[in-house]
Nanobody
Framework: QVQLVESGGGSVQSGGSLRVSCRGF????????MAWFRQLPGKQREGVAA???????VYHDSVKGRFTISHDAAENKMHLQMNALKPEDTAIYYC?????????????WGQGTQVTVYP
């Protein structure tokens, strides 16, 4: 059974950095599409960054130049490095893997991890 387990996140002041990670279990694909989403309080979940199985990346306009998605195939772990964080980045962050219809559509999700950025 596919399982995604998240770690990292936490709290930081504006301008700081955090990293969230997500380890995949139950599948052995070395290359697959994956993404990070976030859900801000009172809003719908939105895609933040995606990494396709050909290595191409896509970022939400609000995080371009600040966030980086990556994948460690040896550990089957994906990361989201977040730099120059802003209070508006405060949200619950979710990883997703093994896309279906497109790079923003997934059936497998992590449990979510809180990221809080203080002014």
């Amino acid at each position: 059974q596919v399982q995604l387990v998240e770690s990292g996140g936490g709290s930081v002041q504006s301008g700081g950095s955090l990293r969230v990670s997500c380890r995949g279990f139950g599948f052995s694909d070395s290359r697959y599409c994956m993404a990070w989403f976030r859900q801000l309080p009172g809003k719908q979940r939105e895609g933040v960054a995606a990494l396709d199985d050909d290595g191409s990346t896509v970022y939400h306009d609000s995080v371009k130049g600040r966030f980086t998605i990556s994948h460690d195939a040896a550990e089957n772990k994906m990361h989201l490095q977040m730099n120059a964080l802003k209070p508006e980045d405060t949200a619950i962050y979710y990883c997703a893997a093994l896309c279906s219809a497109n790079i923003w559509t997934y059936n497998w999700w992590g449990q979510g991890t809180q990221v809080t950025v203080y002014p």
